[in-house]
């Protein structure tokens, strides 16, 4: 029910920023933000679909659409959550061990309304709130989630989450390479300065997160709001 950040995803490193999601979520819609994005943490941690009440009050306060991650791993999860008024649906654990689940989705609310999460450490992905390391390598998921008609997704290096230092400007492009154009890549992770926001466009991303960089001062955000609809 709180807004708060993690470093390099730990929980035992937790930042609180404010007990009113709803009026930090009010405060980025009138910078002029396209999208806000919601990260359940307790959902992501747990499995469940922990902090339900606080986006729907966001969405029904707000008219910015709402994308949703953490925790979200079945087809009635995503439907409990898209017909709450959550635009898109962002899926990670599911996508990595139940891609069939990723299919019916899909096949029911359509492949606009599902972004995957590429959340990774070391190169490879993570799961289960980044509590849990893989072998798996996120091009892999890519190319079995567009055999779905996914076509966005949202690359996290992890131990640049909450850091402010920088993306990981060598792996998003290698991604973004990887999709020749046909992929629509959010960059999320130590973005802390407009500039990073600069290099991110150069790159090609479609859009990037930005978290820690507004709540501790780094980042304006109608200054970001204002680049970005320049480049």
């Known amino acids: 029910g709180?807004?708060?950040?993690?470093?390099?995803?730990?929980?035992?490193?937790?930042?609180?920023?404010?007990?009113?999601?709803?009026?930090?979520?009010?405060?980025?819609?009138?910078a002029g933000v396209d999208w806000i994005h919601i990260v359940d943490l307790d959902g992501a941690r747990y499995?469940?679909?922990s902090n339900m009440p606080v986006y729907h009050k966001i969405i029904e306060?707000?008219?910015?659409?709402?994308?949703?991650?953490?925790?979200?791993?079945?087809?009635q999860a995503v439907e409990a959550v898209l017909n709450g008024g959550v635009e898109r649906v962002v899926l990670g654990t599911a996508a990595a061990f139940q891609p069939e689940v990723i299919k019916e989705i899909v096949l029911r609310f359509g492949s606009e309304r599902v972004i995957v999460g590429l959340d990774v450490r070391d190169g490879w992905i993570a799961v289960e709130g980044w509590t849990q390391s893989t072998a798996i390598d996120p091009k892999s998921i890519i190319d079995n989630m567009k055999e779905f008609g996914i076509s966005r997704f949202i690359f996290t290096d992890i131990d640049r989450d909450g850091?402010?230092?920088?993306?990981?400007?060598?792996?998003?492009?290698?991604?973004?390479?990887?999709?020749?154009?046909?992929?629509?890549?959010?960059?999320?992770?130590?973005?802390?300065?407009?500039?990073?926001?600069?290099?991110?466009?150069?790159?090609?991303?479609e859009a990037a997160i930005l978290g820690k960089a507004i709540y501790a001062g780094y980042i304006n955000l109608v200054e970001a709001v204002e680049l970005v609809r320049e480049l």
């Open 2 to 30: 709180k807004v708060v950040r993690l470093l390099k995803g730990e929980f035992t490193q937790e930042s609180t920023y404010s007990s009113e999601p709803i009026k930090v979520a009010d405060n980025f819609a009138r």
């Open 47 to 49: 499995g469940s679909l």
């Open 61 to 75: 306060k707000l008219d910015v659409p709402v994308q949703v991650g953490g925790g979200i791993r079945s087809l």
């Open 163 to 205: 850091t402010l230092t920088q993306p990981n400007f060598h792996a998003i492009d290698s991604i973004v390479r990887f999709g020749a154009g046909n992929l629509n890549i959010i960059a999320s992770g130590g973005v802390g300065t407009l500039d990073h926001l600069r290099t991110l466009a150069s790159i090609g991303v």
